[in-house]
């Protein structure tokens, strides 16, 4: 294989986060940049700058027309172009990004030939209420999707999905489980038992309003939030809120790890989407070695390995009765719960390990 220009388009926080000891972070939300550079290929970063632009109008009305997250002004300058002029492949690390590029893009392309390669997290699922949203809307997914060699999604529903409404284009569409540094997650400690539940996340998907109303209801259970998107009134002494997020780096990997470890359960309270919503967070906290509690959706994202109360606890709706009772089973429950907690690290470790991620990823972007 000849040697290859990858570049890599993140929205932010990267480039900031390399700089740190390799130690300090964990690798997952880099999407195999650590495998490429370490090989004879010749990898790169592209990241958002979000500066005010003269393309800040033309994106909003875009943006309103489609409801699509079509930011090409943090994007689109001279240095983006000549990097995208030398390279072979570009690695989308999300729709956003993928969008926001699109039109440079596609100038390129007509005098190079780039394969580019985005990674998917809820864009199928929508449904839109105007017509001439959705109108715009599927002109440019249609653009995208003929522009790319492959959509990698993150969720088996949204692929399902994807393949049963563009059925012609389902050969380039494939399912790649996200997957986590279980190196960096992990946990030699012996976890004590305590009444000690937290949350963490800040996607539009998390059902925070429920969340609030479920830590009004259960006194008894001392609370940790890591959110940033968590407006709560609450001033109860059973509640520690923790505002911040993965790009800000308000708390360190090293910190969020050390929360899972001290907490003997870690609840997902998620609106139904298709997105696959708290990935990320279940993965981490098994891999620790917390078990994890979260809504059951439309897009929870492999429910062929994930089976309730074997290694993770899928509750059916976001109604406090359920939730309520939920928790208060687990925590009678102590035998099930270290026989779910080990089964879920082991398949954490055997199918979600950032090496089985990075093998595919690359068999996926050179294939023929």
């Not at 993140?10 to 195999?32: C, D, H, M, N, V």
């Not at 009004?216 to 968590?230: G, Q």
């Not at 994890?292 to 439309?298: A, R």
């Not at 390990?353 to 690359?362: A, G, V």
């Amino acid at each position: 294989m000849n040697n290859k220009n990858i570049i890599y388009v993140f929205i932010s926080g990267r480039k900031q986060k390399l700089k740190l000891p390799p130690t300090e972070y964990a690798k997952e939300f880099f999407y195999g940049y650590q495998h490429f550079e370490k090989t004879e290929h010749n990898v790169d970063i592209i990241e958002f700058n979000e500066k005010k632009s003269p393309l800040d109008l033309i994106y909003f009305i875009l943006n309103k027309l489609s409801d699509l997250p079509l930011y090409g002004q943090f994007l689109i300058n001279r240095e983006n172009y000549q990097k995208l002029k030398r390279a072979d492949e570009i690695i989308f690390t999300n729709q956003k990004t993928a969008f926001s590029m699109l039109p440079l893009l596609l100038f390129v392309k007509i005098t190079r030939n780039i394969n580019s390669h985005v990674f998917i997290m809820g864009l199928f699922g929508k449904t839109m209420k105007y017509r001439i949203k959705h109108f715009f809307r599927e002109i440019f997914i249609k653009m995208m999707i003929i522009s790319s060699k492959n959509l990698i999604f993150l969720g088996l529903g949204e692929y399902e999905l994807a393949v049963k409404k563009y059925t012609k284009y389902k050969d380039k569409f494939v399912f790649l489980p996200f997957s986590i540094d279980t190196k960096f997650w992990n946990n030699t400690q012996l976890q004590t038992e305590n009444n000690n539940i937290l949350f963490i996340g800040n996607d539009g998907m998390r059902d925070y309003k429920f969340l609030e109303d479920l830590i009004i209801t259960l006194p008894e259970y001392n609370f940790n939030v890591v959110s940033s998107k968590f407006d709560s009134s609450i001033t109860s002494k059973n509640l520690e809120i923790f505002k911040g997020d993965w790009g800000t780096y308000a708390f360190s990997d090293n910190f969020i790890k050390e929360l899972y470890i001290k907490c003997s359960l870690t609840i997902l309270p998620i609106k139904n989407t298709y997105q696959p919503s708290g990935q990320s967070v279940t993965l981490q906290s098994m891999s620790v070695g917390t078990p994890v509690m979260i809504t059951k959706t439309d897009g929870f994202w492999d429910p062929k390995s994930f089976i309730d109360r074997r290694n993770i606890y899928l509750v059916e709706k976001n109604e406090i009765e359920v939730w309520k009772r939920s928790i208060a089973n687990f925590f009678e429950e102590k035998e099930e719960n270290q026989k779910v907690k080990l089964e879920g690290k082991k398949l954490i470790l055997e199918k979600y390990n950032l090496e089985y991620f990075n093998q595919n990823l690359e068999k996926i972007i050179f294939k023929n």
